[in-house]
């Protein structure tokens, strides 16, 4: 009796060879039965390439640095929101009683706060540089004593600018973070917008390449900056830790 077509058959021909004949076996595959063992044996060579491909992207995923996602981003200061320089007019400032014109460049910048709240917005800090503005003058300043000021929303704001003498000293560039640091602290953004802004001075050629930074606690008696600002500013390479008379 022949076997079932879904297993393997025996088939037996009878060889004649010089006169004898003897009985050959032979195993024979039905032609159905090879088709569906070449289709289940692709199947499982492309279940088990695949599932090497998902461990492979897996294990490169794990330790891959996180930054790396951002393509054209060479360091972190290029993920940081933009910076604005908000000009006298935006944040509402009115004009100088009086001004000094600077002689460029300079060597001096001078580290200060405003010691009032912080503020995260345009609209925020564009009141409180306005209410600075309007209390110096109640002080009998010819304008606000800064030459800028830095929010906290990143923004840089004009106070004097580039070429009119502050307040603070003669022949320097003020510079004050909007808050008060005693308590307060730097974000990431108002430092970088404070780097932005003495390189374009250097640039512009109001400041000399070997400019000096110093804190307004080392030009006169006074708290500001707050100790949370000196400690960040004292480890710049243009800090001089001397104290100016």
Not at 20 to 25: D, E, G, L, R
Not at 89 to 101: A, D, F, I, M
Not at 106 to 112: F, P, Y
Not at 193 to 213: F, P, R, S
Request: glycine residues 6%; aromatic residues 8%.
């Amino acid at each position: 009796m022949l076997p079932d077509k879904t297993k393997l058959s025996k088939s037996t021909e009878k060889i004649v060879d010089g006169g004898k004949s003897y009985k050959k076996s032979s195993i024979l595959f039905d032609s159905g039965n090879c088709v569906l063992v070449f289709i289940v044996s692709l199947t499982m060579s492309i279940a088990i390439a695949f599932a090497l491909m998902l461990t492979v992207f897996h294990a490169t995923s794990a330790t891959e640095d996180p930054l790396d996602v951002f393509d054209n981003a060479n360091s972190i200061e290029e993920l940081l929101p933009p910076h604005e320089f908000v000009h006298k007019e935006t944040w509402g400032g009115k004009l100088p009683s009086h001004v000094q014109n600077l002689q460029h460049p300079l060597d001096l910048v001078i580290i200060a706060h405003t010691a009032t709240s912080v503020c995260t917005t345009l609209t925020e800090c564009s009141k409180l540089v306005k209410a600075i503005q309007n209390y110096h003058f109640r002080l009998k300043k010819s304008d606000i004593g800064y030459n800028f000021l830095i929010g906290g929303d990143g923004n840089i704001y004009e106070g004097r600018g580039w070429d009119a003498a502050n307040s603070v000293k003669d022949k320097s560039i003020s510079v004050s973070f909007i808050g008060n640091f005693l308590y307060d602290h730097l974000t990431e953004n108002m430092v970088d917008a404070l780097q932005e802004l003495l390189i374009e001075g250097v640039e512009l050629g109001k400041l000399k390449e070997d400019y000096k930074i110093v804190c307004h606690n080392q030009t006169i008696a006074t708290l500001s900056p707050g100790q949370n600002v000196y400690d960040v500013v004292k480890t710049w390479k243009h800090f001089n830790p001397e104290r100016l008379r």
